[in-house]
C-alpha cells in the first residue's frame, strides 16, 4: 500500500497529467548481462564512429531515462540500440491517446496503463546485450539516482528538474532534460564541473607526408601540395620519420599554428637541428579537454552562448528560453495541466509569464519589444501546441539528447554547452486553426490534430508516399509515416521497395529489424514492423531496385499516381535517377543522407526548388595507378594494393581460367582480342593457376605464399631499387626519392613476425578454397612455421632493362594522351607486338594440350573465384596484413583490422542517432510540402552532432532559361491564362514597351515540359510549333536517335513526314513504344524568324 501510494505522489509531483496505477511489478529486467567483449558483428558501423574506447565505456554505463512519451521512448531506442550497460524506465503515468501520435511502442490496448511498463518488453527486444527495467516504485531520491551514470528527464515540470539536477550536480551524475511540445523543443545538459572529452570532433587523425621543415623557431612545417593538413591552430601533432631532425622531432608533441592549409607552426626550436630532408609523417594527436557546466538553476538565470539551431532564427532562442519557463509557471499555476489547443485566453497568459521570467534574466538582453509582434506569435504558438507531442519532433529531439547521453556515456563528442533550443514554427498552417479545428477527437492522431487541425491531418493522411529504401533512414521514415497517418486515409497509400536483405549489422540501427529478419527482405519486415505499429497504414511492398531496368513496375502510371518521394538510399547513382522520375513527373522528392554524426536533408519541391541533380560534388579523387605500383605513400594507397591484390589473385585470375575451361579454344582467342594490353599478363596468371602452379594439397598453398610473400615484399622492392637507388638524383640534380616518393626497403621473412605469418596463413586457406581443398584457417602457428621452414626460397637476381613507369613519366602521358583527344598513343615500332602476339598463341597452344589431357577437355573441373566481402575476417586479415606489409617496406604508418576495414570496404559509418534526426527533419519538410509552404519556409539541413552544429538555408530556386517565344503560348501566357503546377507560367516582355500580344521571354525550368496531346504526326508536329511558338523545328530527337533535321536527306523528310510520332520511333530505333507507355519524350532544337537558337524544354507527347 505504502508503494502505491508512494507511486501516486510522484506521478502527481512529476506533473505528466494523470495518476498512475500502483504497479505490480516494481523491477522487471527484459535483458541479460552485457557481454565482456564488443560484438563487432552487431556494431560494426557504430564503432566507426564511437571509437573502440568510446563504446566499451558506454558498455559500462547505466541510464535512467524520466518521462516515456515520444521523446522519451526515441532516446530509449536510441542509447539501447548504441549498447549502454542498461535503461531504467521511470514513467507511472497512463497512457492516453495523445501519447500514440509519437509513442510507437504504445497502441490502443495499452490505454491507461502506465507508459514505461507499457513500452518495457519492446524496448528490451532492440539489444540482448542492454539490460533494460522498469522501476516506477521508487522516488527519485539520491539513492536511486546513485545507481546511474546519466540521468535523462523528459517534459518533467521545471520544479523536479531543479531537485533532480541539484542531486545530480553534487553527486557527479550527468544530467539531461529535454521536453517537447508542438513544433517547439529544448535539450539541457550537465555534465557535472569536469567531464572530460578524449575526442571533441570524432574526425579522423589527420596524417599527411611532410615536404618541409624550417630550421627556425617556432619552426614552420610544410606538407605536400596536394594535400591539406586540416589541422586548426591548438591541436596537436608528432613528426614522425623526419629525416635530419629525428633527434630533435621524434617522440615528442607539439602544439600547432595554423599559416595557411599547406603549413603550420610548432612550438619547437629546430634552429640546431641538422636541416630536414625527407621521409617525415605528421600524425595529428587528440588531446582530452575538460568542460565545466553548470547546474540547471544557475544556468537558467545565466544560460551562456546558446547552441543556435538555426542562424535565421537567431533571435529565437531567448525567446523560447524565457517562453518554456513562462509554461512551467502557466502549468504549475494549473496543477500540472498544459493549456487548452487553440485557447487565446491561456495563451496570452503564458506570454505574460514569459514576460516575467525575461524580467528576472537580465541575461537574455529581452525588453518588453521582444515580445511583441513575431515575438509574441512564437510564445503564444509554443502554449497553442504544447499538447501535441509530434513523431517527426520527436525522432529529431531524439537524435539530439540520445547522442548527448552517448556522450555523457563514453567521453567522446562535444556535449551542447548547455542549451539548445528548435522550433519549426513555419511547419504551422498559417493561418491558425480555428478551436473547433484543434479539438481532440479522442484517437491515436490526437497529438497531430491539436497542432495542425483537422484538415491539414486528413491531407496527410490521403497522401501516397513512395518510399525508396528500407534500411536506416528507411526505417525511421516508415516509423514517422505510420504516427503521421501519413497512408492511413481512404485515398493514402505508402509504397515501399529495397532489394536486400537484413544482415546482423544492421539491428544496430535499423529498429524495426529482429535477429530473427536476418535474411529476409527490409521491405517485407518493415512493412510488417510498420503495420504492428499502426494497422490502419496503407502499405504496398515490392523487393525491386529503383532504375531503367524495372520500369515496367516504376512506369507513368505508378509515378503519375503518387504525391511524392522519400530517398532513403545508400547510393549517388540511385538518388540521381530517381531525382529524374521526380523532375520528370513533376513530384516532390525528399532527400536525406548521414556520415556518422553528420546528417543532410534537402527538401526538392517540384516549380519551387532546384532538384537534387542541379549541383552535384566533385568526382573521388583516384589513385594514379604508378603510386599503387611503386611509389605509395599513404595507408589507403596500401591498402587499394591489397584489395587489388585480392581481386586480382582470388577472384579475377580464378574466373579467366574458368572462362578458358569452359570456352573453345577460338572464343577463348576472340575474348583475347578484346583485351590487348593486358591478354599477355591474363594468358600467364591462367598457365600459373592451371598448371605451373595448381596446388594439389595446403602444403603447396602455404608453399605458394610464402612465395608470393618473398616476390611481393622482397624482390619486386629490390628490382625497384636497383632501378632507381636510393641515392639516385634527377636530371635537375634533386634527390630522386623525395617529395612523395618514399625510398622503400626490402623485408625478410620472419616467421615470429604476427604479419608476416598472417598473410601466409590467410593467403593459403584462400588459396586451398580457390582450388576446393580443406584448409587450416585454425592451425597452431608453430604448425605452419614447421611448413614454411620446408619451403625452399630461390635467390633473388635483380633484372637489367625493366621498365618501371614514375609519376612524373604518368603525369606526362595522361597530358599528352588528353591532347590527343584521349586517344591512347600509338605504339612505336620495335615495342614487340609480334612478340606478344607469338607468346600468347604459344601458351594458348600449351594450355589447350594440358585442358585435353588433364581436365577432360574443360568439363569436370573448376577454380572457385572468391568474392571479397569486407565483413568477412578471413579476408579482411588478408588485406590488411598485405596493406601492412607494403606499408613497412615503404614506412608508412600501419592501421589495424578495424580501420582497414573501415577504409578498404569504403564502409559509411552509421549510428542511429543520426538517423532518427535526419528523418525526423523531413517529416517537418513533408508538413510544410503537403500544405504548399512558399520557398522561403523550406528549409534544407546539415547537422553535425559530434561538434555539434546545425544549419538550415532555404533551397535555391530552379535556373531559368529564356526562350523568346511569340504565337498563342504568348498570348495566353499574356491574358495570365497559362498555369502549370497551379502557379502562371513565368514569362516577361521580350522588350520595354512591347506590345500585347507579341514576342514575350518565357523563363522556364527543368521542371518544365512542352506538353503536345495526341500521337501528331511529324508534320502537325512541325505546324504545331509555329502556330504555338512562332519558331521553327530545325531537328527532332529521341534518345540518340535524331528522327529529323533540317540537313536531312530531302526524301527522307519526305517520307516521315506523314508517319505518327510513335511510328517513326519505331521506325528509326527499331524499338517500338510500348501499349502501357502514357509518354515519349523527345528533344527539340528551334529557331525564330531571325534564325537565332531557341531552347526550349523537352517536349513530352502525351499518348491516347
Not at 518533467?156 to 553534487?170: G, I, K, M, S, Y
Not at 622531432?249 to 599547406?262: I, Q, S
Not at 543556435?308 to 537567431?314: C, P, R, T
Not at 586517344?823 to 601458351?843: H, R, S, T, W, Y
Amino acid at each position: 500500500h505504502q508503494s502505491s501510494s508512494r507511486n501516486l505522489r510522484q506521478a502527481r509531483t512529476l506533473g505528466f497529467g494523470f495518476e498512475a496505477p500502483p504497479l505490480k511489478l516494481p523491477l522487471q529486467t527484459m535483458a541479460s548481462e552485457p557481454a565482456s567483449e564488443i560484438d563487432e558483428g552487431l556494431y560494426s558501423r557504430q564503432l566507426y564512429v564511437m571509437g573502440r574506447e568510446g563504446q566499451a565505456k558506454m558498455a559500462a554505463s547505466n541510464v535512467l531515462i524520466v518521462g516515456l512519451n515520444g521523446l522519451g521512448v526515441e532516446i530509449a531506442k536510441n542509447v539501447i540500440l548504441a549498447g549502454v550497460k542498461s535503461v531504467t524506465l521511470w514513467d507511472p503515468t497512463p497512457t492516453t491517446w495523445l501519447d500514440l501520435s509519437a509513442q510507437f511502442y504504445l497502441s490502443e490496448s495499452d490505454l491507461g496503463a502506465p507508459r514505461a511498463q507499457a513500452s518495457v518488453a519492446r524496448l528490451a527486444e532492440l539489444n540482448p546485450y542492454v539490460a533494460v527495467a522498469a522501476r516506477s516504485g521508487e522516488a527519485l531520491s539520491v539513492e536511486f539516482l546513485g545507481e546511474f551514470s546519466t540521468v535523462v528527464m523528459v517534459n518533467a515540470p521545471l520544479e523536479t528538474q531543479l531537485e533532480v539536477n541539484d542531486l545530480c550536480h553534487t553527486s557527479n551524475i550527468c544530467f539531461v532534460a529535454c521536453e517537447v511540445g508542438g513544433v517547439f523543443g529544448s535539450v539541457f545538459c550537465d555534465f557535472g564541473d569536469a567531464h572530460t572529452v578524449t575526442d571533441k570532433n570524432g574526425e579522423p587523425n589527420a596524417s599527411c607526408l611532410v615536404a618541409a621543415i624550417t630550421q627556425a623557431n617556432p619552426a614552420l612545417v610544410t606538407v605536400l601540395d596536394d594535400t591539406r593538413h586540416n589541422l586548426e591552430s591548438g591541436d596537436c601533432v608528432t613528426l614522425d620519420g623526419a629525416g635530419g631532425m629525428e633527434g630533435t622531432l621524434t617522440g615528442r608533441t607539439f602544439t600547432v599554428k595554423v599559416v595557411d592549409p599547406y603549413s603550420f607552426e610548432i612550438d619547437c626550436d629546430t634552429t640546431a637541428a641538422g636541416p630536414y630532408t625527407t621521409g617525415g609523417y605528421m600524425n595529428q594527436v587528440k588531446v582530452p579537454e575538460t568542460m565545466k557546466f553548470k547546474p540547471l538553476r544557475s544556468s537558467l538565470a545565466d544560460p551562456g552562448d546558446f547552441l543556435l539551431s538555426d542562424f535565421a532564427k537567431f533571435d529565437h532562442p531567448p525567446l523560447l528560453h524565457a517562453a518554456f519557463q513562462g509554461l512551467h509557471a502557466w502549468k504549475a499555476k494549473h496543477g500540472g495541466a498544459l493549456p487548452i489547443p487553440g485557447d487565446e485566453q491561456a495563451a496570452l497568459q503564458v506570454l505574460e509569464e514569459a514576460k516575467k521570467a525575461a524580467a528576472q534574466c537580465s541575461a537574455l538582453g529581452l525588453g518588453p519589444d521582444a515580445f511583441e509582434g513575431k515575438g509574441a506569435d512564437l510564445v503564444k504558438a509554443l502554449s497553442q501546441t504544447a499538447a501535441g507531442v509530434l513523431g517527426s519532433m520527436c525522432a529529431l529531439l531524439g537524435g539530439v539528447a540520445g547522442q548527448e547521453v552517448l556522450k555523457a556515456s563514453s567521453g567522446k563528442f562535444t556535449p551542447i554547452n548547455q542549451w539548445f533550443y528548435f522550433d519549426a514554427v513555419e511547419c504551422l498552417p498559417s493561418p491558425r486553426p480555428s478551436a473547433e479545428q484543434v479539438t481532440p477527437m479522442g484517437c491515436r492522431y490526437d497529438s497531430q490534430l491539436v497542432v495542425f487541425g483537422r484538415e491539414v491531418h486528413a491531407r496527410i493522411c490521403d497522401l501516397r508516399y513512395f518510399v525508396v529504401g528500407a534500411g536506416a533512414i528507411g526505417c525511421e521514415m516508415v516509423k514517422n509515416f505510420a504516427l503521421m497517418g501519413l497512408g492511413c486515409g481512404p485515398e493514402g497509400q505508402v509504397i515501399i521497395t529495397d532489394m536486400d536483405t537484413i544482415e546482423r549489422s544492421n539491428l544496430s540501427r535499423q529498429f524495426l529489424f529482429r535477429s530473427s529478419d536476418i535474411g529476409r527482405s527490409k521491405a517485407a519486415a518493415a512493412s510488417s514492423a510498420a503495420l504492428a505499429l499502426n494497422p490502419n497504414l496503407n502499405l504496398t511492398t515490392h523487393e525491386s531496385r529503383v532504375g531503367p531496368e524495372t520500369e515496367g513496375l516504376f512506369g507513368d502510371v505508378f509515378w503519375e499516381g503518387i504525391d511524392g518521394v522519400a530517398n532513403a538510399l545508400d547510393n549517388i547513382e540511385a538518388r540521381l535517377y530517381v531525382d529524374q522520375r521526380c523532375l520528370f513527373y513533376q513530384k516532390p522528392l525528399l532527400e536525406s543522407g548521414t556520415l556518422g554524426t553528420k546528417g543532410n536533408t534537402q527538401v526538392v519541391a517540384p516549380f519551387l526548388t532546384e532538384n537534387y541533380g542541379a549541383t552535384r560534388d566533385p568526382p573521388e579523387k583516384s589513385i594514379p595507378v604508378c603510386t599503387l605500383k611503386n611509389f605509395p605513400n599513404q595507408i589507403e594507397h596500401t591498402l587499394q594494393w591489397a584489395r587489388d591484390w585480392f581481386e586480382g589473385g582470388f577472384k579475377q585470375t580464378p574466373e579467366d581460367a574458368n572462362k578458358f575451361l569452359n570456352s573453345s579454344t577460338e572464343e577463348f582467342q576472340a575474348s583475347l582480342q578484346a583485351q590487348q594490353n593486358t591478354k599477355l599478363d591474363t594468358l600467364r596468371r591462367i598457365r600459373e593457376s592451371l598448371v605451373a602452379s595448381r596446388p594439389k594439397n595446403f602444403d603447396e598453398c602455404i608453399a605458394h605464399a610464402r612465395l608470393a610473400f618473398q616476390e611481393s615484399f622482397h624482390n619486386s622492392i629490390a628490382q625497384l631499387l636497383h632501378n632507381f637507388p636510393v641515392d639516385q638524383v634527377t636530371s635537375t640534380g634533386q634527390p630522386f626519392w623525395s617529395g612523395s616518393k618514399r625510398p622503400p626497403a626490402p623485408l625478410d621473412f620472419d616467421p615470429a613476425d604476427p604479419d608476416h605469418l598472417m598473410y601466409v596463413k590467410s593467403f593459403a586457406n584462400l588459396r586451398a578454397l580457390n582450388y576446393g581443398l580443406e584448409g587450416e584457417a585454425h592451425w597452431d602457428d608453430e604448425k605452419f612455421k614447421l611448413k614454411l621452414a620446408q619451403v625452399e626460397v630461390p635467390a633473388f637476381k635483380p633484372k637489367d632493362g625493366v621498365k618501371i613507369q614514375t609519376p612524373e613519366e604518368a603525369e606526362a602521358e595522361a597530358k599528352a594522351k588528353e591532347a590527343a583527344g584521349g586517344a591512347a598513343a600509338a605504339p612505336e615500332a620495335g615495342d614487340g607486338l609480334m612478340d606478344v602476339d607469338q607468346q600468347c598463341a604459344e601458351i594458348v597452344a600449351a594450355l589447350t594440350a594440358v585442358k585435353q589431357a588433364e581436365f577432360s577437355g574443360g568439363h569436370g573441373f573448376k577454380v572457385t573465384p572468391v568474392e571479397f566481402d569486407k565483413d568477412v575476417d578471413e579476408h579482411m586479415q588478408f588485406v590488411t596484413s598485405c596493406s601492412n606489409l607494403r606499408a613497412r617496406n615503404y614506412k608508412i604508418p600501419e592501421a589495424d583490422l578495424h580501420r582497414s576495414r573501415l577504409i578498404a570496404g569504403k564502409i559509411i559509418p552509421a549510428i542511429a542517432t543520426t538517423t532518427a534526426l535526419v528523418a525526423g527533419l523531413v517529416c517537418l519538410e513533408l508538413f510544410k510540402v503537403a500544405q504548399g509552404k512558399p520557398l522561403e519556409e523550406l528549409k534544407n539541413g546539415f547537422v553535425n552532432l559530434a561538434v555539434p552544429v546545425f544549419a538550415f538555408s532555404e533551397p535555391q530556386p530552379p535556373a531559368k532559361t529564356q526562350a523568346r517565344v511569340t504565337g498563342r503560348f504568348a498570348h495566353e501566357a499574356q491574358a495570365g491564362k497559362l498555369v502549370k503546377a497551379g502557379r502562371p507560367v513565368d514569362v516577361s516582355p521580350a522588350a520595354e514597351g512591347a506590345e500585347e500580344g507579341g514576342a514575350v521571354l518565357w523563363n522556364w525550368t527543368a521542371w518544365d515540359k512542352v506538353d503536345v496531346t495526341g500521337d501528331l504526326t511529324l508534320k502537325e508536329l512541325v505546324a504545331h510549333f509555329t502556330d504555338e511558338f512562332g519558331l521553327e523545328l530545325t531537328m527532332l530527337s529521341h534518345g540518340v536517335s535524331i528522327l529529323f533535321s533540317f540537313f536531312q536527306n530531302k526524301k527522307k523528310t519526305k517520307e516521315r513526314m506523314p508517319m505518327k510520332l510513335t511510328e517513326l520511333v519505331e521506325h528509326v530505333t527499331g524499338n517500338p513504344v510500348l501499349p502501357a507507355q502514357k509518354y515519349v519524350i523527345f528533344e527539340a532544337m528551334c529557331s525564330d524568324e531571325d534564325g537565332e537558337d531557341v531552347d526550349l524544354p523537352c517536349i513530352r507527347v502525351i499518348l491516347p
